[in-house]
């Protein structure tokens, strides 16, 4: 359990891009912790992409540790290469290199990891095993609240923008403290995204709903996963 609660909510997101800042301020204002997946290797303001008109860009390293502070850092690989394209050094090279970068950053060793692209095969599993990281986030969601079995193949509740996202908050909201299994939502995506599809305000109306809820334990990633 989660300080004696039995209902936790956590969130994911990826690439370190300047769009975070005004995620993080929403995440605070609210009091909820995120999981933020970033790729040192490639952890630059030069580094970025244009999706339907809007401007993308990796942040720089400076600020970084402030920006994210009371929240988690964790690796997305060096820069951001799908694992399955690789053989067993180069996977090795994109998640160890990673891990040592963030940890020089951030002051802390990194404990989870997000897939890029969603991508993962046996051996990125076992790959990520044997570097000491202790869950994987993938792309899949399940639309469920139980807490996964295997943590390197750590399926997510849902993305923010999934159509059935606010019925699953009232489902989550609605168990109450008689249930017997502890209940996880656990919320993924992109802070770019909500640029893009022009619906700050959809993520605002999910904050408000889940927030401050005195039965719901609020973490990062390792916080409900690892110290429960």
Known sequence: MWEGKKKAVTFSYDDGISQDI??????NYY?????????????????????DGISIRRMNVKG???????????????????????????????LTEDME????????????????????NDL????????????ARTVNSTGSFAIPENYLLLHPT??????????????????????????LFYIWGHSYEFDINQNWAHMETILDKLAGRPDVYYGTNAQVLLER
């Not at 990125?124 to 869950?135: D, F, S």
């Open 158 to 183: 849902c993305h923010h923008d999934a159509p059935d996202i606010m019925e699953l908050v009232d489902k989550f909201l609605d168990a109450d403290e008689s249930i017997e299994d502890p209940a």
């Open 101 to 120: 970068n963030l940890k020089r950053i951030f002051g802390y060793e990194m404990k989870g990891m997000a897939y890029p692209y969603g991508s993962y």
């Open 22 to 27: 005004r995620l993080v301020g929403l995440f």
């Open 31 to 51: 009091h909820v912790k995120a999981t933020f997946n970033l790729n040192s290797g490639i952890q630059s303001a030069a580094n970025g992409w244009e999706a």
């Open 124 to 135: 990125a599993v076992e790959m990520i095993r044997k570097c000491g990281l202790k869950y």
């Open 64 to 94: 970084l540790k402030e920006l994210y502070k009371g929240h988690e850092a964790a690796v997305h690989c060096l820069t951001h290469a799908s694992l399955t394209q690789f053989e067993e050094e180069t996977i090795y090279n994109e």
